[in-house]
């Protein structure tokens, strides 16, 4: 199955996927497709979703702080 963790901080979600494909989007406007590895920032206001490829310090955080 898909695997992925969302993270809010700051006014930022943070949206990483580890297996699998998930889209993410604002209400209003395009969305992006995530795949392993992957993850975007969504800060407040309409900004275009950038997909990037997490480092690997990065995801080691997250999934440390889930318990994963």
């Known amino acids: ?3 992925w963790a969302v993270d809010v901080k700051g006014g ?3 949206v990483l996927v580890t297996r699998g ?3 993410v989007r ?3 406007g395009a969305a992006v497709v995530l795949g392993p590895g992957e993850g975007v920032d969504v800060a407040r206001g309409t900004a275009a979703l950038t ?3 997490w480092p690997a310090p990065r995801v ?3 999934l ?3 318990g994963q």
């Open 1 to 3: 199955g898909t695997q």
């Open 12 to 14: 930022t979600t943070s």
């Open 21 to 23: 494909r998930v889209g």
């Open 26 to 28: 604002r209400p209003e």
């Open 51 to 53: 997909v990037r490829t």
């Open 60 to 62: 080691a955080a997250l």
């Open 64 to 66: 440390s702080r889930l």
